[in-house]
Every structure is written in C-alpha cells, then in structure tokens.
C-alpha cells in the first residue's frame, strides 16, 4: 500500500519515540489512518498534508526560471480549515464519543502550519472591533480584537477533533510532533500521554476582554 510522506514521517516520529502506531485497515467508508496506543489508550489519528496549490507551482517554475516568484495571497488558517472539513466526519465516526482524535498535518509548502495559522484556523480570524457612536455622541473607536469569521472549533462544531498536530522535518531529518488542543473538546487529549515522549503541547491561553486568546505551552509538570 502506497504511503504518503506525512504517514511515513509519522511512523518515523513514533518508531523513535517508541510509540505504538497501528495502521487502521481500509474499508468502503472513509476511516481515519492510525491509532496510537499509549498503555491502556488509543488515540484516533488522521494524517492530512498540505502539497503545493496551482499559484504556488507556478511561483515555484518561475523562481526556478528568474530567480524570484510571484505574489501570493490567501486568508490565514485556509489551508488547516480544510484539512479540518476533510476529516471531521471520518474522525467522529471512529472516536464515537469515547476516543480522543489528532488531526496530524504535514506541510511541504512552507508556512501553513505554523501557529498562528492553526491558531485562527481553529477559532477564526482575529479582527479589530470598532464601536460607532450615535451620531454627534463621538468617533468611531476600537473596543479591541476578537476571533470573527471562518472558525472551525465552536462548541457545537468538530468537537470530535481533540487537537491539530503539527509535523515538521529538519535538514538532519528529525520528525517533530507539535499539539495544539482544542478547547471544545468532547474528549479532551490528555497533556501526559505524548507529554510523557516530550511532544511539545499548546492550549489556548485564558480569554482576556478586548483581546485575542494566544497560544500557551502547557506546563507539563504542573499538569501531571
């Protein structure tokens, strides 16, 4: 069975870090790709990667051609917020209510998993809030930022998805594993299972009034 480059690194990652990854065999309906089993738990993994689109090819030929490519542009955490639309389903049929999830994306392009944008995929994209007074009362103002459009992660929306891992390489080849936990999650991933293989965790920090909520590196010490 053919692998994709993500599923191999995954399996790298977990062969190293002496993690039981067990390939979940295909059937008619779509399946998640692997359960990892930490003692008596079993973690519900879908391995997602992000390729090049068309403009990103396209930049890519022309770097190679003159030396620089061209302009790109999309909307934070697009790319995530598929990946998250892609596997919901699958990810809820499989956990049933009693598993926690990971949703494991690898990105060959550059850039996309990267915090922030896993961060506005989850929760939507930060704006700035602007209070208009009634007329002759004042100016437009900012009350502040908040999350707006485009979230994922609501508490009535892909509860089912316990946290968003990110996959990485290094140029020596090295397979990180970075977690980002999901606030709604039915069935929370609990810090001490992969925090015990020294997976670095991230949850989001405590909302604060006229602010957006930032990522926060759980403590596993103080967690355990």
């Not at 069975?1 to 990652?13: A, G, N, Q």
């Not at 039981?20 to 973690?43: F, K």
């Not at 999350?147 to 089912?160: A, V």
Request: hydrophobic share 35%.
């Amino acid at each position: 069975m053919h692998r994709t480059i993500s599923e191999k690194l995954l399996e790298e990652f977990c062969a190293t870090k002496g993690i039981a990854c067990l390939r979940i065999a295909e059937s008619d309906e779509r399946t998640p790709d692997y359960e990892l089993v930490v003692g008596a738990v079993r973690i519900i993994v879908e391995v997602k990667e992000i390729t090049p689109n068309k403009e990103e090819q396209e930049s890519d030929l022309l770097l190679s051609q003159r030396g620089y490519g061209k302009v790109l542009s999309y909307t934070p955490g697009d790319r995530v917020r598929k990946k998250i639309a892609d596997c919901s389903a699958q990810i809820k049929g499989r956990t049933g209510g009693r598993h926690a999830s990971l949703l494991v994306v690898f990105d060959s392009v550059f850039g996309h998993v990267d915090p922030y944008n896993i961060r506005v995929a989850m929760y939507g994209l930060e704006q700035i809030r602007i209070e208009v007074p009634p007329i002759g009362m004042g100016s437009p103002h900012s009350t502040g930022m908040g999350y707006g459009p485009k979230r994922k992660m609501t508490p009535d929306h892909n509860t089912s998805i316990s946290a968003i891992g990110a996959l990485s390489t290094t140029s020596s080849a090295e397979v990180f594993l970075h977690v980002y936990h999901n606030k709604f999650a039915h069935v929370p991933l609990k810090y001490a299972l992969l925090g015990q293989y020294g997976v670095e965790q991230f949850e989001l920090d405590d909302e604060m009034i006229g602010t957006t909520s930032k990522w926060r590196k759980v403590d596993l010490v103080a967690e355990t």
